[in-house]
């Protein structure tokens, strides 16, 4: 429960949800922290994005996209984990390890 929780939660508190939810249960079980970790990667990532497109003079007409991304990845991830399957969230960088 715990596992989907960090990846729904993250749909509308984004970065904070996660950003609690790695604090609060990252030492709850393997599989739990898995998906607070994966959860809290993802959410750091997709703030790197925004903020390079926000920058970026291109970028602009492109920030329509990763919204998009974002919301398909962390239902899928949701759905992932009350399958009870590790999921890893693709084109993501691992800032957080442990």
């Known amino acids: 429960v715990w596992a989907v929780a960090a990846q729904l939660l993250a749909i509308p508190f984004e970065f ?3 950003l609690i939810g790695y604090l609060a249960l990252n030492n709850k079980g393997p599989f739990i922290s898995h998906h ?5 990667n993802f959410g750091i990532t997709m703030l790197l994005v925004m903020v390079i497109l926000v920058i970026s003079i291109v970028g602009w007409l492109l920030l329509w996209i990763p919204p998009i991304y974002w919301a398909i990845m962390r239902i899928f991830a949701a759905i992932k984990a009350s399958q009870g399957e590790f999921f890893k969230y693709p084109l993501t960088l ?3 390890t442990k």
């Not at 607070?36 to 809290?40: A, I, W, Y």
Request: positive net charge; hydrophobic residues 55%.
């Open 16 to 18: 904070f949800a996660p």
């Open 36 to 40: 607070v970790r994966e959860s809290l």
């Open 94 to 96: 691992r800032l957080v």
